[in-house]
């Protein structure tokens, strides 16, 4: 089915540890983006991508990184896991122009202990 | 600078009756506007977006909302509930602009209980 596929859908982590959260589409979109969501706050755009090869920030960075190396596919990298980056994680993308709404993947929840 | 603003964190609403989802955005130019919804466990889904022309626009499960530019509002209605609709909706605004990223702000959402 074509859409976005993040990985893994759970995923418990020590204080310290790193790891990366995987997110892949198959729909040729340019746009991709990681968003954070937490309770009370809906969501806050983490990274995003404008195409392969280029990444910028978004509001809340601090503690990840992101690389876009190939159309399909958009990383997340947390560095160093706190317990403060708890939270369910969802990738999107969407094709240009921003008259097309956001296709979200399904998210990975997050637990730091 | 653009925002947008959810009053209602929760409404609880028994099946069958009338529900409207609050809301407003500030912008200082023209926006498009989006309600998304979220069910459990699940990523967030396209309902509804205005970009332009008539102001109410609809989406195939029943859910209406209105653009009105003068009270910069959107409100996302449904004249009869089901048990299906619990979920929760967010509203986003994003600025179209020619080429370039354009950031989508998303409200803090509004978690719809349907009561049997």
């Known amino acids: 089915n074509a859409g976005v596929t993040q990985t893994p859908k759970f995923q418990v982590l020590k204080t310290g540890q790193s790891m990366t959260l995987q997110c892949a589409q198959d729909?040729?979109?340019?746009?991709m983006s990681w968003y954070r969501q937490d309770p009370g706050m809906g969501l806050r755009l983490i990274h995003y991508s404008v195409g392969a090869g280029i990444t910028d920030q978004g509001e809340v960075p601090n503690g990840y990184n992101v690389s876009r190396s190939t159309t399909e596919d958009f990383p997340l990298r947390l560095l160093s896991a706190a317990p403060s980056q708890t939270s369910v994680y969802f990738c999107?993308?969407?094709?240009?122009?921003?008259?097309?709404?956001?296709?979200f993947g399904s998210g990975t929840r997050l637990t730091v202990v | 600078a653009q925002s947008v603003t959810q009053l209602d964190s929760q409404v609880p609403v028994f099946e069958e009756a009338p529900v409207e989802l609050r809301c407003n955005y500030s912008s200082s130019v023209s926006v498009y506007l989006f309600w998304y919804v979220q069910y459990p466990n699940q990523g967030l889904q396209l309902l509804l977006k205005y970009l332009s022309g008539s102001t109410l626009v609809e989406s195939i499960n029943g859910f209406e909302a209105e653009f009105n530019k003068s009270q910069t509002s959107f409100h996302l209605r449904k004249p009869s509930v089901h048990i299906s609709d619990t979920a929760e909706y967010f509203c986003?605004?994003?600025?179209?602009?020619?080429?370039?990223?354009?950031?989508?702000?998303f409200g803090i959402g509004t978690k719809l209980q349907v009561i049997p």
């Open positions: 999107a993308s969407r094709r240009d122009p921003s008259t097309y709404g956001y296709t």
């Open positions: 729909m040729n979109h340019e746009y």
């Open positions: 986003a605004v994003i600025t179209p602009a020619s080429g370039g990223y354009q950031k989508v702000t």
